[in-house]
């Protein structure tokens, strides 16, 4: 039984906005609660089932998609996705090898004792499963750079640039040095969402790679979302509140 046809979702155009396409590659901006890929038996779409109903909505054909990177589903922002495998195979090396230039913006509980610096550690799991961060263990390397842009009553809005693509990378190091996302429940004791916000605060807000094909740089960009910056917006009345 296909549960997603029983399921009521936003216009297409909310869910997903294509950025740039050519022969090789399609950019897209995705909105949260949007999953990278097809999962079974999830009653949730994935941005490869969007660009499909996009490609539909243009009477164009169906074409290769390729993956070589995810956003978790509650991250919101950009990704690219290759329409060959000539590009799917290039653009997996540029991520693998670290070339890829990414750039994440959150909002985070607790304001990081230096306004900018660089985050290093190791992932690997725990006994349980559970992914965990240490800087004294053997694990897969992970660096995230990082700059505080505004400071609120407790919180602050962060740029962040990871070196290193290891998932949940930017959660966990953030958690480890006691910034946690907002919204983040997976790697704080706390399981308590901020109110009117049903998400973790993060988005993937810039990406310059190689083009596979030009082999050109190119840059995109994605502002941050509406749910993001009415959450900046009223932490800014809650700190201006305090202050007066």
């Excluded at 910034?179 to 998400?199: D, H, L, M, W």
Aim: with cysteine.
């Amino acid at each position: 039984m296909n549960h997603k046809k029983n399921k009521k979702f936003s216009p297409l155009k909310d869910r997903l906005n294509v950025i740039y396409e050519d022969d090789s590659i399609i950019v897209i901006d995705k909105a949260p609660f949007i999953l990278a890929q097809p999962v079974k038996d999830s009653n949730d779409q994935s941005v490869i089932e969007l660009i499909r109903l996009y490609w539909k909505s243009r009477n164009a054909k169906n074409q290769y998609l390729g993956i070589v990177h995810r956003l978790d589903k509650e991250t919101s922002g950009l990704m690219v996705l290759a329409k060959s495998k000539i590009a799917h195979r290039t653009l997996h090396i540029q991520f693998s090898h670290h070339k890829v230039s990414k750039r994440y913006m959150a909002i985070v509980d607790n304001i990081p004792y230096q306004s900018k610096g660089r985050l290093t550690g190791s992932i690997s799991r725990d006994q349980t499963g559970k992914r965990t961060i240490t800087t004294d263990s053997p694990g897969k390397e992970a660096v995230t750079r990082y700059k505080t842009l505004q400071i609120f009553a407790g919180k602050a809005l962060l740029e962040l640039a990871p070196e290193t693509g290891r998932a949940h990378q930017i959660r966990l190091q953030l958690a480890h040095i006691r910034c946690p996302i907002v919204g983040e429940f997976v790697y704080t004791k706390s399981k308590q969402r901020v109110a009117c916000f049903n998400r973790i605060a993060l988005h993937a807000s810039k990406l310059t790679f190689l083009h596979p094909q030009t082999v050109k740089r190119i840059s995109f960009e994605s502002p941050i979302p509406n749910d993001m910056q009415e959450l900046i917006d009223s932490l800014k009345q809650e700190s201006d509140k305090k202050n007066t």
